[in-house]
């Protein structure tokens, strides 16, 4: 459904809206001037306006409700802001960088919104990253709908709806797409609010997009309304958010809106827009300034003489004197704060609350059962645990399942999850992987726990933006703010005959190397479910790498040990008592160091003392310091390749603290830097082998 509005129309607001949205709007205007003039002082250290784009954004805050609905909302939607509730001071205590800052305690720059009161979620720098995001805010009041149980416990008041911004550049971004194919496919009550003012920086849009109108290429679109309107215009904005709202709150699918607006200003002021624009185009856009527009309106109606808007003004200018006069004075963030919020502040994984003993039943059984066996505990203990993913559910049409047995997962890791708690908590993504991990913040932040998979680390790559620069500072860059503890388990590694380059990587470095996350790598079954266990119930992000060589072998079967086992992470597990030498082992190379030390012992009297990590990010500094300083000679031994791998940290940290302690220098065994082939011969070369460690240890006993 398309709707168009053209400006100038009877008004469907009251004068004294009207007056009031004047009002928002030059508050908006002279924030952004202020902040230049502070800029130029040296006073605070970034600026970026939202001049021009005042009439759509104080509209759409008058279409919502505060405090009820959703904002995701990009830099440009100081306005927004402002109509929503968030005051000058709070605006200008984020430009200066305060302790004060509801945004982010100083630690992003001003204009990139957040405020948990006004319900506005916490935005990156990043462009594109919030649509996903917001749509998988907007799946969260769905699911609360569906299933009372869900309700209680997660935010939300019955019909609320999710915005969610853009300029026209971030229209390009592949996930504004993703989400739109979500978003259709569930109905889910999400309004995408382009405020297009023809450039994205430098670029025309007719560069960017196709035709210079994406909402044009949208309209075949299944349940998505879109509305058209000049977003210089008050009144005509006013109508066509007023709409989409209506629209998402009876639940008839997404909207958007495309309003073209003015970008009277350079994109920021560390560009110049003279160098590519043309005065007369400016000359011609300062014409339709919403700000004068409206201004013009209401005197030609007679709702306000020029002494009548010259008080307006004056009041505002007076409101943001005050501000600013607080935001300069007011307290800045301590040095000692930086370590603040990385991690949840009370619910430490680590700690003696989530070392839990094991209440062992049944028969051994692999890693997949025992992985599958947390989940459908978890999954019935919390009902906000949704899990979703590529090929995770028994069967996507759920009217087959009577009559077939169901995937659940490629490696069955999720089977039979759907058809005990059914389709609204196990559900099957599209085949995009920043889609899996951008919808699942969304939910977690407000209050949902995602428990996502994607099916090859080999492939989670796509989903790394979101991973680094979203999920993992959540929390951190909104001062605490917000919250996004999402799960992702994923399969990893190699030693799977004709993995070859694209089902064989390890990659634990690149997730370790991120605050904000815990990295876990189990290397037997039962250790997999108490880990994974205690991954669900933190309140932290946890990336969850399952050794897909390790999920059905025999050596590693354990007894299912009962729903509420969990290991502490930063707890490493002591697979061989020795006094000779430490080896530091984690997931599929533990079992090959046990074998290549009982190997060694045939040949002659050594004891190793065999550490395996299980976590990794936290790692177990204490136990793997205490070895060294018995044993003097230590090993690291892992998969990922040895070039800056997971081993040189161990390696430097025991050099810099137990330098004293060490009669041998510190060795690592790991796979050559290079990629995993695809023949049997060259991946056994590339990937350390049992004949490799035990080689190792020799060669590091007769040091």
Not at 188 to 206: K, Q, R, T
Not at 386 to 404: K, N, P, Y
Request: glycine share 8%; aromatic share 8%; charged share 25%.
């Amino acid at each position: 459904m398309v709707a168009a509005h053209a400006g100038e129309a009877p008004s469907p607001l009251t004068n004294a809206q009207l007056v009031a949205a004047y009002r928002n709007m030059y508050l908006s205007r002279r924030l952004d001037d202020r902040e230049i003039a502070l800029k130029r002082q040296n006073r605070i250290y970034f600026q970026i306006s939202g001049a021009g784009h005042e009439a759509i954004l104080t509209a759409a805050g008058m279409a919502l409700t505060p405090g009820k609905d959703y904002a995701l909302s990009y830099y440009r939607d100081r306005a927004l802001m402002t109509q929503l509730g968030m005051t000058a001071e709070e605006v200008l205590l984020a430009a200066v960088g305060a302790k004060a800052d509801v945004t982010s305690a100083g630690r992003q720059m001003p204009a990139h919104w957040s405020h948990p009161r006004l319900h506005v979620l916490n935005k990156s720098s990043c462009v594109g990253t919030q649509f996903l995001q917001a749509t998988g805010a907007a799946e969260v009041s769905l699911l609360r709908e569906a299933l009372p149980e869900v309700a209680e416990r997660v935010g939300g008041h019955g019909d609320e709806v999710v915005v969610v911004s853009t300029g026209d550049g971030g229209t390009s971004e592949g996930e504004f797409w993703e989400a739109l194919n979500t978003a259709c496919n569930a109905k889910a009550p999400v309004i995408f609010l382009v405020e297009d003012n023809g450039y994205a920086i430098s670029v025309p849009v007719e560069f960017q997009t196709p035709g210079g109108s994406v909402s044009k290429l949208l309209e075949g679109f299944p349940d998505l309304l879109i509305v058209r309107c000049d977003g210089t215009d008050v009144p005509d904005s006013y109508e066509a958010m007023a709409e989409a709202v209506a629209w998402c709150r009876a639940r008839k699918g997404p909207a958007l809106v495309h309003a073209t607006v003015i970008r009277p200003y350079s994109h920021s002021m560390s560009d110049d827009e003279r160098a590519y624009r043309p005065d007369a185009e400016r000359d011609a856009e300062a014409e339709r300034d919403p700000i004068t527009r409206l201004a013009a309106r209401l005197e030609a109606d007679g709702v306000l003489d020029a002494a009548g808007l010259k008080a307006v003004r004056d009041g505002v200018d007076a409101e943001i004197q005050a501000a600013t006069d607080a935001a300069l004075a007011a307290p800045t963030p301590e040095p000692h704060e930086v370590y603040d919020h990385i991690y949840h502040p009370t619910v430490d994984p680590t700690s003696a609350a989530f070392d839990h003993a094991a209440d062992e039943s049944g028969e051994p059984t692999t890693m997949v059962d025992l992985i599958n066996a947390c989940l459908r505990d978890e999954m019935a203990r919390d009902p906000r645990i949704v899990v979703f993913g590529q090929d995770v559910a028994d069967a996507s049409r759920v009217e087959v399942l009577d009559s077939l047995k169901g995937k659940g997962g490629v490696f069955k890791v999720t089977h039979g999850l759907q058809s005990r708690f059914g389709p609204k908590r196990v559900f099957n993504s599209p085949l995009a992987e920043a889609n899996i991990v951008g919808r699942a913040i969304g939910m977690a932040e407000r209050g949902l726990k995602p428990v996502v998979e994607i099916q090859f680390l080999d492939y989670i790559w796509p989903a790394y933006q979101q991973i680094r620069n979203e999920l993992a500072n959540t929390r951190w860059r909104s001062g605490g703010g917000w919250a996004a503890p999402v799960v992702i388990r994923t399969p990893s590694g190699g030693y799977l005959k004709g993995g070859a380059p694209y089902h064989s990587q390890s990659a634990e470095t690149l997730f370790t190397h991120v605050p904000g996350l815990r990295v876990v790598m189990p290397s037997n079954a039962q250790d997999a479910n108490g880990l994974l266990r205690t991954a669900i119930r933190c309140e932290d992000p946890v990336i969850f790498l399952e050794p897909k060589h390790l999920y059905r072998q025999t050596y590693n079967k354990g007894r299912y040990p009962g729903p509420d086992y969990m290991i502490p992470f930063g707890k490493a597990a002591e697979v061989m008592a020795g006094d000779d030498v430490t080896l530091v082992t984690y997931g599929a190379l533990v079992h090959r160091s046990v074998t290549a030390v009982r190997a060694l012992q045939k040949q002659r009297d050594v004891s190793v003392h065999l550490l395996d990590l299980r976590t990794l990010n936290p790692y177990d500094w204490e136990a793997i310091a205490a070895s060294v300083k018995r044993t003097g000679k230590v090993l690291v031994v892992h998969e990922e390749t040895k070039a800056w791998g997971y081993g040189a940290e161990i390696a430097a940290r025991i050099g810099e603290e137990l330098f004293e302690w060490l009669d041998a220098p510190v060795r690592r065994l790991a796979a050559l830097d290079t990629f995993v082939a695809y023949h049997p011969t060259l991946e056994d070369t590339i990937l350390p082998q049992v004949a490799d460690v035990q080689a190792a240890l020799e060669a590091l006993l007769a040091y």
